[in-house]
């Protein structure tokens, strides 16, 4: 369920050791942001929403080959969902 997707990824959020090297697979909005204070720096990340759509929480990922290149992930406000190497 929704909710229980939403369950694990605050389980990642607040418990982030317990999934490194793990492979997580995720469905949500992705979405793409540039560092204020490291020029061409980018975080990548997917939105996930609970059930009701209320509330969202972000995961920041790598890709497993560890690319930075904003032109090897999914378009920003894309869907993004395979599987995604925790890092």
Known sequence: SS???YSEV???MVYPEQYVGKKIK???QMSVYESPDQEGKHYF???IADATACC???IE???ENGS???ADYPEDGGLC???IPAV
């Open 3 to 5: 909710t229980m997707v």
């Open 10 to 12: 605050y389980n990642m």
């Open 26 to 28: 995720m469905e949500g």
């Open 45 to 47: 990340t997917v939105i």
């Open 56 to 58: 969202q929480l972000g």
């Open 61 to 63: 990922f790598i890709l």
């Open 68 to 70: 930075e290149d904003p």
């Open 81 to 83: 969902g395979r599987g």
